[in-house]
């Protein structure tokens, strides 16, 4: 059974910073490209950053100079490090994965598998 986990959200005052953690289970880790992106309320779910073992890492550039992905294929996790953190990087954060490791996009429909999700809230 696929499995994507993200944790490390919260809350954080603007400025800060957070980094996200996914893990995986169940797929061959290193042989998908793997992606996050976020949903703010009212709005439609945004790529962020995606990256595979032959593309990227890509960036939106909302995000470009100030996250940063990256991966530990010893132990299956995907991360985002967030920095400069702004109100606007509000939302829901999501993991997603899929097998095509080449011309990587944020389009979400052809993301195969997706995490559940972990809050971020940028606030003072």
């Known amino acids: 059974e696929v499995q994507l986990v993200e944790s490390g959200g919260g809350l954080v005052q603007p400025g800060g910073s957070l980094r996200l953690s996914c893990a995986a289970s169940?797929?061959?880790?290193?042989?998908?490209?793997l992606g996050w992106f976020r949903q703010a309320p009212g709005k439609e779910r945004e790529g962020i950053s995606c990256?595979?073992?032959?593309?990227?890492?890509y960036y939106a550039d909302s995000v470009k100079g100030r996250f940063t992905i990256a991966i530990d294929n010893a132990e299956n996790t995907v991360f985002l490090q967030m920095n400069s953190l702004k109100p606007e990087d509000t939302g829901v954060y999501y993991c997603?994965?899929?097998?095509?490791?080449?011309?990587?996009?944020?389009?979400?429909?052809?993301?195969?598998?997706w995490g559940q999700g972990t809050q971020v809230t940028v606030s003072s």
């Open positions: 997603a994965a899929d097998p095509r490791t080449f011309n990587l996009e944020f389009n979400s429909q052809r993301w195969d598998y």
């Open positions: 169940g797929f061959a880790f290193k042989n998908h490209a």
């Open positions: 990256i595979s073992s032959i593309e990227g890492p």
